[in-house]
């Protein structure tokens, strides 16, 4: 299959999972979406992610972000895990986990990276908008666990831009200051963001978070 890239559409699929049988699209609704794949269960950083991820949970929640996880192991194994998990984390794993055994939603989303591994998923991390298109592609080697903060903060950005003429700059948080969109000019800017415009450079201008 062709590499998946931001703006396509993300591949629906039906799987079994921690919690069952689920279609992806329907388990997404109208919300947002974040599909995050593990090598394999019973290993220590994909323990200490899903705990986390498991943490976290409320914050993505209040984002109305569905979570998902995935790795190549089996529903039963999965749920021997979770208890690990739980028991380890100090946590309850509260959103499901792709059983992937036949590799066929590794395949759609191309997270085995034969030269990295050739059976085990990579830490591909995939945020899909309501329209089911993809908005962000991470991907990290199996030694190193992601954080779930910027997870967090790159949610804030894909959501407050879908919806506001602006970017975010470096190491951006939510409630700072915002960069308006290149293509608006500065007169028409300032008619948009009624908080201010700063205009640093013709090109480089500043407003509050509209949202804030
Ligand atoms: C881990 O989750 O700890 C892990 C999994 C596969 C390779 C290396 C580390």
């Given at each position: ?12 699929f039906t799987a079994e999972t921690s919690q069952g049988s ?127 903060y910027e997870l967090l903060r790159v949610v804030d950005s894909l959501q ?53």
């Amino acid at each position: 299959m062709a590499t998946l890239r931001l703006g396509d559409s993300a591949p629906d699929f039906t799987a079994e999972t921690s919690q069952g049988s689920l279609n992806f699209y329907d388990y997404l609704g109208d919300g947002w979406g974040i599909l995050f794949s593990h090598p394999a269960d019973f290993t220590p950083v994909c323990t200490t992610e899903l705990g986390t991820a498991a943490k976290f949970k409320s914050e993505f929640d209040k984002r109305n972000v569905k979570m998902m996880a995935l790795s190549v192991d089996g529903a039963a194994s999965h749920n021997e895990w979770i208890k690990d998990i739980n028991e380890t984390q100090n946590t309850v794993v509260n959103f499901p986990i792709i059983a992937d055994e036949d590799r066929k939603v590794s395949d759609l989303y191309d997270m085995i990276h034969p030269n990295a591994d050739d059976t085990l998923t990579v830490r591909s991390v995939f945020i899909i908008g309501p329209d089911k298109k993809i908005k962000l592609i991470l991907t990290y080697p199996a030694s190193t666990g992601r954080n779930f903060y910027e997870l967090l903060r790159v949610v804030d950005s894909l959501q407050l831009t879908a919806y506001h003429k602006v970017a975010t700059p470096a190491n951006w948080e939510s409630g700072e200051k915002v960069v308006v969109s290149p293509a608006i000019p500065t007169n028409e800017a300032k008619e948009i963001f009624t908080k201010g415009v700063e205009e640093v450079k013709p090109y480089l201008r500043l407003t509050p978070d509209p949202t804030a």
